[in-house]
């Protein structure tokens, strides 16, 4: 798993919790470290022991902690590069919506080992979109939950989201857009200001 992941969860806890908490975590994975380097890979299988050990330590349902730690790398100040790249999507909810099935290839442009979960959107009505996540990482869904939660409160969007378990394989979370402009979105500028 590529150490931008792992690096990504150890914020996660260390911003929310504090560092005391994340090395408990590390301590319970028997990690032997308690520090993830962002541009190294490690085994695939620290990161669920990692998540489950955080989950301990806290004591938080894994789903749910999921869908936490996708809604920091949206929000958070200290990962504001994450909530760029995904506004770059358009100028709408429903735009950066339709761009998802791209979000793999895009964050691979930026660094080109880094493997994102396969993402397919399925649009059965105006306003009612189905998420289909395949990932390494078991609760993926709840994750990309976390983050479009973020995302339609970024946009100024009204969203519903649920989790429907899986299918072939593939976790699946229902996106029914409720208000396209509920609220005042965060403000951003996809073109650069002169001057």
Not at 33 to 46: G, L, Q, V
Not at 100 to 118: F, I, M, N
Request: glycine share 10%; with cysteine; hydrophobic share 45%.
């Amino acid at each position: 798993m590529h150490g931008l992941v792992n690096r990504a969860i150890q914020r996660f806890v260390t911003d929310s919790y504090g560092a005391a908490q994340w090395r408990a975590a590390t301590d319970r994975a028997g990690l032997g470290f308690s520090e993830f380097e962002a541009m190294w890979s490690y085994d695939d299988a620290i990161t669920p022991r990692v998540l489950e050990a955080v989950c301990d330590v806290l004591d938080r349902g894994y789903d749910e902690l999921l869908e936490d730690i996708g809604t920091y790398l949206v929000s958070h100040p200290g990962v504001e590069a994450l909530r760029r790249l995904l506004r770059f999507s358009g100028v709408s909810f429903i735009e950066f919506l339709h761009s998802l099935d791209d979000l793999p290839d895009r964050a691979r442009l930026a660094v080109s080992d880094l493997e994102l979960p396969e993402i397919a959107l399925r649009e059965h009505a105006p306003g009612s979109y189905t998420l289909l996540v395949r990932g390494q990482v078991p609760g993926c869904g709840h994750l990309f939950m976390g983050v479009l939660r973020a995302m339609a409160d970024d946009y100024g969007a009204l969203a519903f989201l649920e989790h429907k378990g899986t299918e072939d394989g593939a976790e699946v979370v229902a996106v029914t857009l409720l208000e396209t402009e509920f609220a005042e979105g965060r403000g951003f500028d996809l073109g650069a200001r002169a001057g």
